[in-house]
């Protein structure tokens, strides 16, 4: 992802074709160090492309995806009798992971405003 980011701000910054060069310099501007292998694969990929296309390309796959929200939807929609006491039952264990989270941060031994 750090390859990728890198060659999304050279793109952004103007420069429609960067090299494993301009990719490296941005990278190491922050403190990262390029991975060879990583920067020649994305630039195979991306050699004679046009990142808006390939952004397109990506968002259509993505929203063939799945996601997690669409069984919660389905459950909620069923409707009837028993449908009402189903989102109910799974109401709690929400509250008891989000408490879950509370207290790790607790464990921390510090606080934001100590």
């Known amino acids: 992802m750090k390859v990728i980011a890198a060659y999304l701000l050279a793109v952004l910054g103007g420069n429609p074709a960067p090299s494993a060069d301009d990719l490296k310099d941005i990278l190491g501007s922050v403190g990262i160090e390029a991975d060879d292998d990583r920067i020649e694969l994305l630039l195979s990929e991306v050699k004679g492309k046009d990142i808006t296309e390939l952004i397109a390309a990506g968002r259509e796959k993505l929203a063939s995806v799945p996601s997690g929200g669409g069984v919660a939807v389905a459950v909620a929609t069923t409707g009837g009798g028993g449908g009402g006491a189903a989102p109910a039952a799974a109401e709690p264990k929400k509250e008891e992971k989000a ?16």
């Open 99 to 114: 408490e879950e989270k509370e207290e790790s941060d607790d464990d921390m031994g510090f606080s934001l405003f100590d």
